[in-house]
């Protein structure tokens, strides 16, 4: 493969796993269950930072969703940035990291979260899919308590009992920045 067919082949890639982010956030939302279930590898993982959500393979995460869904009235889901990451030659691993948030109900309110997705992407005879997939949430709040969220740290009122946030400040950059300008 000439270096102009390897590039383009990754130019390629990026855009088949930014469609697969796409994908999996218009899914969710509109409920398209076997869609989402496409999206994983047959030994993928779904899983939270916090150690609520851990599901390996496609039945097992479907479920789990179903979980999720139980719960959660209308959502819609925005991704920001896309970070990805090529492992090797590229042609079959990537990392990523996918910022976001997303506007939901929840516990019969309007809620809001910040959120952060550390992914593995492989690429399968079917296309690029996650391997893994897991959440990390700066805060999810009822509307009324957005104002001041970041003044505490135990910005996950998603549950019956507030628990801290998945990140900035359990990050070893954050927290070694910190220890090197105290005060900071």
């Known amino acids: 493969m000439s270096d102009m067919e390897a590039r383009i082949a990754r130019l390629e890639a990026e855009s088949q796993i930014r469609q697969l982010i796409a994908h999996y956030c218009f899914d969710i939302d509109d409920r398209n269950i076997e869609a989402v279930r496409n999206l994983f590898t047959d030994d993928g993982i779904l899983k939270s ?48 990291r996918v910022s976001g948030h997303a506007e939901l109900k929840r516990k019969g309110m309007m809620m809001v979260t910040a959120l952060r997705y550390a992914d593995k992407y492989r690429n399968t005879p079917a296309g690029w899919k996650f391997a893994e997939r897991e959440i990390q949430f700066l805060y999810y709040v009822p509307v009324s ?27 070893p950059s954050w927290i070694e920045y910190h220890k090197s300008r105290p005060g900071a």
């Open 49 to 96: 930072a916090d150690g609520v959500m851990f599901a390996q393979g496609p039945d097992a995460i479907i479920e789990q969703y179903h979980g999720r869904f139980d719960v959660l009235g209308p959502g819609h889901h925005f991704m920001h940035d896309v970070q990805i990451d090529f492992v090797g030659d590229g042609s079959v691993e990537a990392t990523g």
């Open 145 to 171: 308590e957005y104002p001041g969220i970041l003044l505490r740290s135990d910005r996950n009122l998603a549950y019956d009992e507030p628990g801290p946030a998945d990140f900035p400040e359990r990050l």
